[in-house]
């Protein structure tokens, strides 16, 4: 460098110029085909980038699904406990039914006795009546003196 800075100024230039340019290509033949290879990398992270938008996609539909039938799910399981709570009140109320039918039973047949002891008592009716007119006139008011007054007078 120092014998073409004596020869002349304008030649340090070009040999600056040329010097950087060797150095210049020696670092392309080590970055280029580092470059080419991040290109095909780049390449690769697209096609990686899209199958995974697609695959996250199928993923959000897939959970929208799952959402969805967690939903009915629960809205059906909800369903049949309702279902259930009614069919287990309908069983309490059948059972309480049973229950009054039975002890009606017995009451049937006490109310069938009393029926046929009325209508047997109601044949007598007009002759029972009879008998107490007549012994409500007989001992009526009047004390057991009295009518023994009332009889010798009228003897």
């Known amino acids: 460098m120092e014998k073409v800075k004596s020869a002349s100024q304008a030649l ?4 600056k110029w040329a010097s950087a340019m060797l150095q210049y290509h020696e670092l392309l033949k080590i970055v280029n085909p580092k470059r080419a290879k991040v290109a095909e990398m780049n390449a690769k992270l697209a096609v990686v980038r899209a199958s995974l938008k697609e ?8 959970v929208a699904k799952i959402d969805a039938l967690e ?10 406990e309702s279902l259930q709570a ?8 059948l059972d309480r039914a049973n229950k009054i039918i039975a002890g009606l039973a017995g009451e049937k047949t006490r109310w069938t006795e009393t029926v046929a002891k009325l209508t047997n008592d109601y044949t007598f009716l007009i002759g029972n009546c009879l ?5 409500v006139a007989y001992s ?6 009295y009518r023994q007054e ?3 007078e009228w003897r």
């Open 131 to 135: 008998v107490a007119a007549g012994m």
């Open 150 to 152: 009332l009889e010798e």
């Open 71 to 80: 939903a009915m799910f629960k809205e059906k399981k909800d369903l049949m």
């Open 55 to 62: 695959k996250r996609e199928k993923l959000a539909a897939v």
């Open 12 to 15: 340090v230039a070009i040999l």
């Open 86 to 93: 009614q069919i287990d009140d309908c069983y309490k109320k």
């Open 140 to 145: 009526g008011a009047f004390s057991a003196k």
